[in-house]
Nanobody
Framework: DVQLQASGGGLVQAGGSLRLSCAVS????????VGWFRQVPGKKREGVSC????????YYKDAVKGRFTISTDHAKNMVYLQMNNLKPEDTAVYSC???????????????????WGQGTLVTVSS
């Protein structure tokens, strides 16, 4: 069975950094895509970043470009989201999701992901 577990959230000051981790099991690491999503109360879940495991292609929401970096460690079956220069508007519950059949045009669409992990809360204070 496929399992994903997000971790690494916490409370940081604006301008600080966090690294989120997503542990993936049950999927071949060379044949899936992993996305990071976030959601705040009263708003819809939004796609933040995505990476394709086979070619390393990445996607970033415009609001996080230049600040967030998605990466993988195949040996450890891990996907990371390095978040730098955090802003209060980044506060959200962040979740990782995986797809073994995703088409790239759906990279930021939650409907394109079959497997979901438990979210981790990121709070940025000002």
């Amino acid at each position: 069975d496929v399992q994903l577990q997000a971790s690494g959230g916490g409370l940081v000051q604006a301008g600080g950094s966090l690294r989120l981790s997503c542990a993936v099991s049950g999927l071949s690491f060379d044949d899936y895509a992993v996305g990071w999503f976030r959601q705040v109360p009263g708003k819809k879940r939004e796609g933040v970043s995505c990476i394709s495991s086979n070619n390393g292609r990445t996607y970033y929401k415009d609001a996080v470009k230049g600040r967030f970096t998605i990466s993988t460690d195949h040996a450890k079956n891990m996907v990371y989201l390095q978040m730098n220069n955090l802003k209060p508007e980044d506060t959200a519950v962040y979740s990782c999701a995986a797809s073994d059949t995703m088409i790239w045009s759906n990279r930021a669409n939650e409907d394109g992901y079959r497997y979901w992990g438990q979210g981790t809360l990121v709070t940025v204070s000002s």
